[in-house]
């Protein structure tokens, strides 16, 4: 093949994340209703990811001190964030309505969940208390072929991907964006609140701190840092 030194390796393109305004997140929230408010309001409030919204359980939200502890998100990692204020009542009023239906699902003989690990051994109870149950099931229960059980599994990504892009329509919000631009303003106005890189870093539960400090670009552009020579 001969001498391979001039050849160099090609450099990954280094793309800013879209994020929306606090009063376009807002608006976007305002197209919403349901299930699908509250869900994507967590994205927001909460900077989940939108497979850590669809697989939060029951026992992983506390009203009471705010938070939401986070389960094996990415990287197999474990984090606390915070739970907004104004979402403690319709997330009470979700626990309690999702209380309803595992009492509904144990009559019928159902109310099993899916378990991590080899949780089911240790805990063989675990799968039916409600504490373990997904907070945002599926509105049908299957089969696990395996167990030889019904089980009711989370909401899907996909359901909510959907409403978020419908409702960017409804909005008139005309920006590239899903359920993931949502985590990326959640870290740029906590930014802009002046909170510390190392705290939006721990909340966003990122190992590094270089891959938070790219939102700083965002925020520096336009009239957030630097005037303009036209003004």
Known sequence: MGQLDPIHRPKTPTNLPVVFTHQE?????????????????????????????????????????????????????????????????????????????????????????????????????????????????????????TFNVERRWYTSTRTLQKAVKKAIEVAGVHKHGGCHTFRHTFATELLRAGYDIRTIQELLGHSSVQTTQIYTHVVKQGPYEVSSPLD
């Open 25 to 145: 997140a807002m608006k976007i929230l305002r197209a919403m209703h349901g299930t699908h408010r509250l869900m994507a309001s967590l994205l927001y409030g909460s900077g989940l990811r939108v497979s850590e919204c669809v697989k939060l359980r029951v026992k992983d939200v506390d009203v009471s001190l705010r938070t939401i502890h986070v389960k094996c998100s990415k990287g197999k990692k474990d984090r606390i964030t915070l739970l907004p204020e104004k979402l403690t009542r319709p997330l009470s009023q979700q626990i309690e309505w999702r209380k309803s239906l595992h009492d509904y699902d144990l009559s019928q003989g159902k109310g099993y969940v899916e378990l991590p690990n080899s949780l089911r051994k240790k805990y063989p109870a675990a799968e039916r208390a409600f504490g373990w149950q997904y907070l945002f099931p599926s509105a049908i229960s299957k089969i696990d072929k």
